[in-house]
T-cell receptor, first 111, second 108 residues
Framework: DTAVSQTPKYLVTQMGNDKSIKCEQNLGHDTMYWYKQDSKKFLKIMFSYNNKELIINETVPNRFSPKSPDKAHLNLHINSLELGDSAVYFC??????????FGDGTRLSIL | AQRVTQPEKLLSVFKGAPVELKCNYSYSGSPELFWYVQYSRQRLQLLLRHISRESIKGFTADLNKGETSFHLKKPFAQEEDSAMYYCALRRSNYQLIWGAGTKLIIKP
């Protein structure tokens, strides 16, 4: 199956913990993205990598750190989780000037 | 300022009625616009893009540069059209600017 896959789908953890969300795409795309969708369904870009280089870095707390070990992977590490981090996080990929393909999302719940 | 505005957070219409989801944009360059859809518990997916000028699932959208709009239309709504719809604009640096989304509910 060609797709953008994220793991885990659900993540429930306590405040203060550190967690990672993984994203992999086998579509051969050179650009990957992380989005945050809040409880009101508002979608906000967080980061974008093109050929493993950071090209978009929106105003996001530095507790969030993306890592792209290769073009097919863009992982999101979050330190010292806070209540406000509860959201659905979507990974996406695309060729640089083409529409984005999204993963299923990771629902992060902070207790 | 560059922005995408979807003025309706929620739109509810009866099955068989026409649907129009509004999208207005503000952008100084030549815009490329998209509509994405997110069905319940599914991933976001591209519905259509203005340069394709095609109809997908009965939906069409025309870019009106004079009115800076890219409204999504369907003449006869179906229950399976119920979803969140996002309008997005691609900037020259390839970043997408997203609207806040409109939740479309089709009543039987």
């Amino acid at each position: 199956d060609t797709a953008v896959s994220q793991t885990p789908k659900y993540l429930v953890t306590q405040m203060g913990n550190d967690k990672s969300i993984k994203c992999e795409q086998n579509l051969g795309h050179d650009t990957m993205y992380w989005y945050k969708q809040d409880s009101k369904k508002f979608l906000k870009i967080m980061f974008s990598y093109n050929n493993k280089e950071l090209i978009i870095n929106e105003t996001v707390p530095n507790r969030f750190s993306p890592k792209s070990p290769d073009k097919a992977h863009l992982n999101l590490h979050i330190n010292s989780l806070e209540l406000g981090d509860s959201a659905v996080y979507f990974c996406a990929s695309s060729p640089l000037n083409q529409p984005q393909h999204f993963g299923d999302g990771t629902r992060l719940s902070i207790l | 300022a560059q922005r995408v505005t979807q003025p309706e957070k929620l739109l509810s219409v009866f099955k068989g009625a026409p649907v129009e989801l509004k999208c207005n944009y503000s952008y100084s360059g030549s815009p490329e616009l998209f509509w994405y859809v997110q069905y319940s518990r599914q991933r976001l997916q591209l519905l259509l893009r203005h340069i394709s000028r095609e109809s997908i699932k009965g939906f069409t959208a025309d870019l009106n540069k004079g009115e800076t709009s890219f409204h999504l239309k369907k003449p006869f709504a179906q229950e399976e059209d119920s979803a969140m719809y996002y309008c997005a604009l691609r900037r020259s640096n390839y970043q997408l600017i997203w609207g806040a989304g409109t939740k479309l509910i089709i009543k039987p």
